[in-house]
């Protein structure tokens, strides 16, 4: 019996699905390697043990002075090194926040064990969600492990579940989890506010600075730079006109189906004791958690005559002393002021 003609055709279509067969076990296995590499990134975040060394302090309300610190970035290094090396790997960061409740990533390294991750600048109800969807809490187990973090006092709804990486059995109660949150708080904060920092920044008001600075800045430098646009807007009683605290407000709203909705010029107009367009002063609590990072910067804002800032759409930030210098740096990027 004659075999029958292969023809170029049928070889080229045998040599593209052999092609595409490689290239798809090529970016298989470079995404599997990226996702347990962004589980090595949890793992090694619980393991840093940063230096116990107080947090230095360059802001004084009472005098409304601010006077730079040396070595403000070698502090954040030194206090928050975990914070600094895992920023460089905000990529794998992106692949775990996606994965991360999801039982056959958790199960990749071990299924003993579930790795739970708080982000910096995210809501508590945020934390709650992820923390008991991943250990399969009941309704009221999420409730109790929420009372044992905030404890007896009433002031701080937000900024006590320290961002970071904890690994804990699959088992793991409420009341387990939430003695790890409040050591590591006191290890990474209350061990470090010394009495003559509180003396000059509550730790209430400083966690309240950071978490506006959490949620509207990018880098270190920015924070730095927007913790001095917050503190010379408080030292002159202008209100602080901040869109992270018109995307609390609103995501506080029962109906709103997301925790941070873009705001929108109505919003301006929303009636909460969070709405820093309509109230002077600080909010009456922090918007979100903060990391240790943003705490820095609050406590050590750069000192410049800037009150107004904004980002362009790389991220770039631009501050200006004044409104006029304000508008026209938005009208030189964008034809028009905002």
Same mark, same amino acid.
């Given at each position: 019996?004659? !075999?029958?003609?292969?023809?170029?055709?049928?070889?080229?279509?045998?040599?593209?699905?052999?092609?595409?067969?490689?290239?798809?076990?090529?970016?298989?296995?470079?995404?599997?390697?990226?996702?347990?590499?962004?589980?090595? *990134?949890?793992?090694? #975040?619980?393991?840093?043990?940063?230096?116990?060394?107080?947090?230095?302090? $360059?802001?004084?309300?009472?005098?409304?002075?601010?006077?730079?610190?040396?070595?403000?970035?070698?502090?954040?290094?030194?206090?928050?090194?975990?914070?600094?090396?895992?920023?460089?790997?905000?990529?794998?960061?992106?692949?775990?926040?996606?994965?991360?409740?999801?039982?056959?990533?958790?199960?990749?390294?071990?299924?003993?064990?579930?790795?739970?991750?708080?982000?910096?600048?995210?809501?508590?109800?945020?934390?709650?969600?992820?923390?008991?969807?991943?250990?399969?809490?009941?309704?009221?187990? !999420?409730? #109790? @492990?929420?009372?044992?973090?905030?404890?007896?006092?009433? *002031?701080?709804?937000? $900024?006590? @579940?320290?961002?970071?990486?904890?690994?804990?059995?699959?088992?793991?109660?409420?009341?387990? *989890?939430?003695?790890?949150?409040?050591?590591?708080?006191?290890?990474? *904060?209350?061990?470090?506010?010394?009495?003559?920092?509180?003396?000059?920044?509550?730790?209430?008001?400083?966690?309240?600075?950071?978490? +506006?600075?959490?949620?509207?800045?990018?880098?270190?430098?920015?924070?730095?730079?927007?913790?001095?646009?917050? =503190?010379? !807007?408080?030292?002159?009683?202008?209100?602080?006109?901040?869109?992270?605290?018109?995307?609390?407000?609103?995501?506080?709203?029962?109906?709103?189906?997301? =925790?941070?909705?873009?705001? +929108?010029?109505?919003?301006?107009?929303?009636?909460?004791?969070?709405?820093?367009?309509?109230?002077?002063?600080?909010?009456?609590?922090?918007?979100?958690?903060?990391?240790?990072?943003?705490?820095?910067?609050?406590?050590?804002?750069? #000192?410049?005559?800037?009150?107004?800032?904004?980002?362009?759409?790389?991220?770039?930030?631009?501050?200006?002393?004044?409104?006029?210098?304000?508008?026209?740096?938005?009208?030189?990027?964008?034809?028009?002021?905002?």
């Amino acid at each position: 019996m004659a !075999r029958k003609k292969v023809t170029l055709r049928q070889l080229q279509i045998v040599r593209i699905t052999l092609w595409c067969l490689v290239c798809a076990s090529v970016v298989l296995g470079v995404s599997l390697l990226f996702i347990l590499k962004s589980k090595e *990134v949890a793992y090694e #975040a619980v393991q840093m043990h940063p230096q116990l060394l107080p947090l230095p302090i $360059g802001v004084d309300p009472a005098t409304q002075t601010i006077t730079e610190q040396p070595n403000i970035d070698f502090y954040q290094k030194l206090l928050f090194a975990s914070e600094y090396s895992n920023a460089k790997l905000s990529f794998l960061k992106r692949i775990q926040k996606k994965f991360l409740r999801e039982g056959w990533y958790q199960n990749l390294a071990s299924a003993n064990t579930k790795i739970l991750v708080i982000y910096a600048g995210q809501r508590k109800e945020e934390i709650i969600d992820s923390f008991g969807d991943i250990l399969r809490w009941s309704v009221p187990e !999420r409730a #109790a @492990f929420e009372a044992l973090v905030l404890g007896d006092q009433e *002031v701080l709804s937000e $900024g006590l @579940f320290f961002p970071g990486s904890y690994v804990v059995d699959s088992d793991a109660t409420p009341t387990y *989890v939430a003695t790890l949150l409040i050591t590591r708080f006191n290890t990474n *904060v209350t061990l470090r506010y010394a009495p003559e920092v509180a003396a000059q920044v509550p730790l209430q008001q400083a966690l309240i600075v950071a978490s +506006l600075i959490e949620r509207e800045a990018y880098t270190f430098a920015d924070m730095r730079i927007i913790s001095g646009v917050i =503190w010379n !807007r408080l030292f002159t009683d202008m209100k602080l006109q901040l869109d992270a605290t018109l995307q609390y407000a609103k995501g506080s709203r029962n109906y709103e189906p997301e =925790w941070w909705p873009q705001p +929108l010029p109505e919003d301006k107009y929303i009636d909460s004791p969070y709405n820093t367009y309509q109230n002077t002063g600080l909010p009456p609590a922090p918007i979100a958690n903060p990391s240790g990072t943003a705490l820095l910067a609050a406590l050590n804002p750069i #000192a410049s005559d800037c009150l107004f800032y904004f980002h362009d759409s790389s991220g770039d930030l631009y501050c200006s002393k004044n409104y006029e210098e304000h508008v026209t740096k938005l009208k030189r990027l964008y034809g028009s002021g905002r």
